[in-house]
């Protein structure tokens, strides 16, 4: 560590004693006091007490801008008024029934007018609504392969959880990369179906079908790659990937868990014009409730009605984040607040880069819909591979330093992105901005000093 770096992790811990009790408290009963991976991090996490509209404040009081906003599942921003009155008033009149009723019809029809597919299923989590998603491909091609990009994450079933944060020695060939297991317990059996390819590389995918001919059932996806920072997809990589599987027989799956409700009215497939055969959604279209929706064409989806494709779970439709999901589409991700966001992430953006090119520092700005990053990169990334390179411990000067002066820029982890909720304000994004003046100009000198050190490796 160098000492600007030292500084701010003393002033994070001189600001946050109660989160390092609490953490310290978790540990006891919780694998490394957090209930999810991504919410570990040295020296220990904030903890929250409470949160509204564009703010939380932790357990010691200080309050923050919130850009991490549940890892970008809360376009609403906290507790929107909407979202919380259509819950509240479902929480006292049966809270789950394991029995359709009449909210159900209503948020296909909103889903189903939106984006581009004919009937849907509803979950709970995104990594639930990826794993039907795949097994529908399967079962609608009759193959078992799925294709997925290097550093792409879709969840935590089986099949999602290969080379997602590969390491450089095991990465093989980037025409052909190697399909290594997120961690122990992965089948072997369910690595060997998972086929890697390399993000914009159109030659890596007709190289897999080419490999694997008649037995890829999908390409799955995030339109914009979002587990790098956010690395958009070069002009004609979609249609190329629409056409590549067309010819192939094979089903295009965008996992839009993030992109879904933030790039836009209609997400990926208006923004970008290609339509894929299979759309998975979560994250924001709960506003802040658990809720997820898989969709495709009557014919794919007929594969359950027919009883050929098994598709339950519990809590499903439960009416609390139904009406919570119907507020959403009704009251948040409208074109109004659509527009309101898109005004201030052309504001924070554009703040960004005219401290960037003021300060010297080696980076840009990657901004998408609600979504952006400052990427702390000489050039732009392509890649998972490219994205691999930068140097973290310069980034989480970037974080801390933020966190200080009261913003939480982005999530913790520089793969992530930041968030611009329906809630954010001028001000927010003023205030957002005043930080990264005040931090940009030893974040520029840090770099400097550091260039021609060995990077270090980037993942969890
Ligand atoms: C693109 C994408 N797909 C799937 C998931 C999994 O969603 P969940 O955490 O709700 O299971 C995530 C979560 O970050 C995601 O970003």
Known sequence: MYPELEKEIATYERRTPKSAEAHKKNLKRIPLGVA?????????????????????????????????????????????????????????????????????????????????????????????????????????????????????????????????????????DINAPTSVPGGLGVPKASIDNVTIATFNDLNSVEHRFKQFSGQIAAIILEPILMNVGLCMPEPGFLQGLRDIADKNGALLIFDEVKTGAKLGWAGASEYFGVKPDMICLAKSIGGGLPLAAFGASRAVMDLISQHKVFHGGTYNTNPVSMAAGLATFRHVLTRENYAHVDKLSKKLTEGYRKIVAKTGIQGYIASAGANGALMLFPKEIRNYRDWTTIDTDLWRYYWFAMVNRGVMAQPYWWDEQWTISVQHTDADIDKHLAAFDDVAPTLAKVQQERVGKEPVMAGH
């Open 36 to 172: 999810s991976n991504y919410r570990a991090y040295d020296p220990y996490p904030i903890f929250v007490k409470d949160a509204g509209g564009s703010k939380f404040r932790d357990l010691d009081g200080n309050e923050y801008i919130d850009h991490n906003l549940t890892f970008g599942a809360l376009m609403a921003g906290h507790c929107h008024p909407a979202v919380m009155k259509a819950a509240e008033k479902r929480l006292s009149t049966g809270t789950m029934f394991g029995m359709p009723h009449d909210m159900e019809w209503e948020l296909a029809e909103e889903v189903c007018t939106r984006f581009p597919v004919e009937m849907c299923r509803f979950g709970n989590s995104g990594t639930e609504v990826t794993m039907h998603a795949v097994r529908m491909a399967r079962a609608a091609t009759g193959r078992d392969k799925i294709l997925k990009f290097e550093g792409a994450y879709h969840g935590l079933h089986d099949a999602a959880l290969v080379s997602v944060k590969p390491h450089a020695p095991e990465f093989g």
